[in-house]
């Protein structure tokens, strides 16, 4: 079989997630053997609209950024949602909280008719196409990223982690950050970053999106523990669950 | 000579972000001249209203995946100005050496991967593996040290979590810094010799075209600063405090075209590594101001595309710089500190040098800690008008030579700006022919 084609694309987003490409190095020498780039406009001139998979980055913001991940989707037989923006809508989403003539008048003023300002709901990638793998994550983790796009490569089904990310911290012997009086979203949201921001000392917001079916009754438990109410988890969901399918926001 | 020419690059490859370039010349007669960036915008501004003083640093780091840092900085420096938040001296040589981890991934990412295949005439760095392997493998290293760096010092490489107001969280200790200075001593400085002697002999391909331009950089009373400082204008003495940087960023509508551009003294002005050269030029530490003399870089340069060798000088100095750092932090001894914060009322201002040029974040809280108004101005929208202004200079002078010349001489002038349009939290300057 020859070397699958892969097309790189991104939407609204930081393209922060493409640079944890980029960062791959000499990694990135490794997986060109199994697969051939052949459209990626932050790092090549060239370009084809010929690719099996697609990977795509950034939110749907727009209606016309909608046609063009719908033509993305004919073109490609896989589609990879690369990272927070693209799987749950990421950081983009907290404008849907506000109206969003508002939200235009507020950051360009006088000049928020013009058209190309136009700006719709912010969605997620799968909530416009149907997506068939996630690499979760605000930005994506590199070493997960290099393991799906193997398994693709390979043929084999890439096993994403179903369990929270407060598995991951205590195997890193951290300190709770709720012991630290303050509130952390590892309880509900889905592992497979080896939990760095507990680890550094600061609390998990959630960057990788809830666990399929997020234990909102534990949650709800450790916060009563530490004295915390649901207003205070809410506060601290709505940077990356705000809009996503989960009954943890009941 | 007369030319008809069209040129019309649509998603202009190898920057971050969207922009195109439009150019219409008939019979030697220029009817369009334009630089425009059609990125989604994020309205980033009005998304952080309603969210904790906790949580704002988080929102706004992700205006931009490659200066992350950046953002961070700038936010929590705005956020301990509204407060009132003071930091301790070990906190702020963390957050310095923090800073030059981005500085040196995000200059050895554009003059290695996005600026050399335009010196070396080809299309990507793709087929720079196969043509330079050792220079490919030299920028490799220096950037994969430099995600290191800001691994060890941000807790990542994309997206800190350390930088927090009143603080910086120490996930690291003595002897990881001291293997820091040691990465950076015995590989980073060799190779970025090697870098400049590589880019220096290709440096003839970068044109020779200069246009006198106002150049905009914090200035710090003694050092090459990308963190403290006032802001100061190549055009005059004064220097303006940071709390005022709405006196110095004038948004205006062009007579051309109905967008938004920026300008001080004059019509336009420009930030970034060419300067903050041309404002501290002489505060460089030694290695950094040998490079500069190297290329012939010297104060005062006009020449937009000579943006890439100060950004190589700019490696070469944070390299100096963070040794420096390291070596005063670890005579002062790494302490665990206890952050003192009282959440009260109040708008604050933060400004660092990002990459690409000064960045200004401003927040107004209430007495809550809850963000109730937010204003953020960010370089590559700083340049939009002075790319536009160049290309304005540069069509007429160069158009004799063709169309394919003239189309890589505008690309690569917008590459020597090194846009980072995802960033761009207000559009600007945006017409639809
Ligand atoms: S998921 Fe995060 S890092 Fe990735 S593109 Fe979106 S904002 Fe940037
Ligand atoms: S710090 Fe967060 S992730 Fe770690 S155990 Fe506590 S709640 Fe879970
Ligand atoms: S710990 Fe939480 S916020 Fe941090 S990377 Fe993991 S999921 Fe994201």
Redesign the pocket.
Known sequence: MSKPRVAIFDFA?????QLQIVNLEEELLDLISLVQPVAWREAMSESSDEYDIAIV??SITRPEDEERVKEIRDRAGILIAL???ATIG??NKLKNNFDLDEVKRYVYGKDAEMPHLNTAMTKAVDEVVKVDYKVHG???NRSEFTYIVRCIALGKEPVIPNYPVCVECKKRENVCRFEYGEICLGPITRAGCNAPCPSAGFWCYGCRGCVDDPNVNAAKDIMEKYGKTVEDLMQKMALFGSGQKTEARE | MSQSIDINVHHLTRVEGHGNIVIKADDGTIEKVEWQVPEAPRFFEAMVRGRSWMDIQTITC?IC?ICSISHSLASIKATEDAMGIGVSEQTRKLRLLTHCAEQLQSHSLHVGYLAAPDLFGVKSVVPLVASHPDVVKTVIRIHRVSNEWSDLLGGRT??PITIVPGGHLTPFNENDLRGLKKTIEETTVPDLKTLAEVILSVADKLPAFDRPTEYIALSGPDYYTFYDGDIASSDVDEKVSVREFEKVANEYVSPQSTAKWARWHRESYAVGALARFNINADRLLPLAAETAKKFGLEKGCCNPYMNNVAQVVECVQVCEHGIQLIDELLSAGLKPEERNVTVKAGTGVGCVEAPRGILFHKYTYDEDGICTGANICIPTNENHANIQKDFEVLVPQFIGRGKEELQQMLEMLVRSYDPCISCSAHYLDVKFA
Not at chain 1, 13 to 17: K, L
Request: net charge negative; with cysteine.
């Open positions: 987003c930081c393209e922060g997630c980055e950034g990272g927070a923006c990421g950081i605000c930005p994506i | 992700r995946g994309t997206h």
